[in-house]
């Protein structure tokens, strides 16, 4: 039988340096205890179960679990007898590396390899002098092809600015640069994305969600235009009334006398 010669082209690519800076094998609980500033990102494989800190925020993770951390970030960690693996890397490659899989604060954990572990326990026990860079890339850019196995193609950089705007929309110090900041991103290469995904400005999504939050909390019982203006991430009350207005057609006073419960109540109290 004659075989047939398998091709697989390779696309462009950014080639951007990337560096990686050191490999180890962390089981110190005083090391891991005390924070760090991260000098570049970081790429941790979990061999046991455990917490990660970064900026204070704690993220449960499991054996075989592989998690990202952020160049300035600070780093802790916590667990009884936790054990780690970790490759530290930068250069312009390594942002590049983290917009291809769509890897964010909100977005920093991937389940399920455990099938890797043995596989960073061969290469850093081999590891020397004479090829610690070449293995430590190695392993580093193996293990970032894996995760497009379990990546959902949803996640790209617009649904998890989406996701975070609908779980912050109530928080009146939301903005394109605040999320920007929370998720680690450049705010100019998030609004190009999101506008490319959802063909509307983040404002003016964000605006959306707290108008519709806004009627959702009229039609079921909130009345007071203050309330529901604050409990919707307005923080000028007479701005809400305005932008509601624009919005929905009429004052937020008068859709709450005119909602349909308060109707049918109202025609009660006159019979």
């Keep these: 039988m004659k075989l047939k010669n398998v091709c697989k082209f390779i696309p462009d690519v950014n080639s951007s340096e990337l560096k990686t800076v050191n490999f180890i094998f962390e089981t110190d609980p005083e090391v891991q205890h005390n924070p760090s ?19 204070s925020k704690t993220v449960e993770i499991r054996s075989g679990d592989v998690c990202f951390a952020f160049s ?19 250069g312009g490659r390594s942002d590049d590396l983290y917009k291809r899989f769509g890897i964010s604060a909100l977005n920093r954990v991937f389940t399920g390899f455990e099938g890797l ?37 949803t996640e790209d950089v617009a649904y998890i600015l989406t996701k975070y705007a609908e779980e912050n929309f109530s928080d009146s110090g939301l903005s394109l ?7 680690g991103y450049n705010a100019k290469y998030l609004s190009t994305c999101f506008k490319q995904k959802m063909n509307i400005g983040f404002s003016e999504y964000v605006k959306t969600l707290r108008i519709n939050n806004a009627v959702f ?3 079921h019982g909130v009345e007071s235009v203050k309330n529901v203006a604050f409990l919707s991430g307005f923080q000028d009350p007479l701005y809400f009334s305005k932008v509601f207005r624009e919005t929905v057609g ?11 419960d308060q109707k049918r109540t109202d025609q009660k109290n006159s019979d």
């Design 37 to 55: 500033n991260l000098s570049g990102n970081r790429i941790l494989l979990a061999k046991t179960d455990g917490v990660f800190i970064f900026d």
């Design 72 to 90: 300035g970030e600070t780093f802790s960690a916590e667990g009884d007898g936790l054990q780690y693996y970790y490759i530290q890397f930068k």
């Design 117 to 153: 572990l043995p596989f960073w326990q061969e290469n850093i026990a081999r590891a020397t002098d004479q090829n610690i860079d070449l293995v430590s890339e190695s392993v580093l850019l193996y293990t970032f092809s894996r995760l497009t196995a379990v990546r959902e193609p």
């Design 177 to 183: 640069n605040s999320a920007a900041e929370e998720l």
């Design 217 to 219: 909390l009229m039609e």
């Design 250 to 260: 009429m004052p937020p006073s008068e859709y709450v006398k005119n909602r349909p």
